[in-house]
């Protein structure tokens, strides 16, 4: 079972920036495609972005030029850097693994099949 834990969630005002961070266990780390999830309250769970084995990247319309993710597969650790924030994106970020190796685009549909608990995002107006 490969183990996924977020950190690096807060309060953030309106226009500020925020760094998440995603560790997911395994030695296989360099071939799992990872993506980022988000759900505001009342709201159903949002693909945000992803980046594959080989550090393609694919993001939702909503955080395209102000997210950017990326992968250090020596420390098994994938960043979203979020910048220019807006209160709408307040959520609980989720960080996800599809742990099968996979040639498939990156992209929301893929199974992830390892999740982490969530962090929390808030900004302020």
């Known amino acids: 079972q490969v183990q996924v834990v977020e950190s690096g969630g807060g309060l953030e005002q309106d226009g500020g920036s925020l760094r998440l961070s995603c560790t997911a266990s395994?030695?296989?780390?360099?071939?799992?495609?990872m993506a980022w999830f988000r759900q505001a309250p009342g709201k159903e769970r949002e693909y945000v972005t992803g980046i594959s084995w080989s550090g393609k990247t694919d993001y939702a319309d909503s955080v395209k030029g102000r997210f950017t993710i990326s992968r250090d597969n020596v420390k098994n650790t994938v960043y979203l850097q979020m910048n220019r924030l807006k209160p709408e994106d307040t959520a609980v970020y989720y960080c996800?693994?599809?742990?099968?190796?996979?040639?498939?685009?990156?992209?929301?549909?893929?199974?992830?099949?390892?999740w982490g608990q969530g962090t929390q995002v808030t900004v302020s107006s």
């Open positions: 996800a693994a599809s742990t099968r190796f996979t040639s498939a685009p990156v992209g929301p549909s893929l199974n992830y099949d390892s």
């Open positions: 395994g030695r296989t780390f360099n071939t799992y495609t």
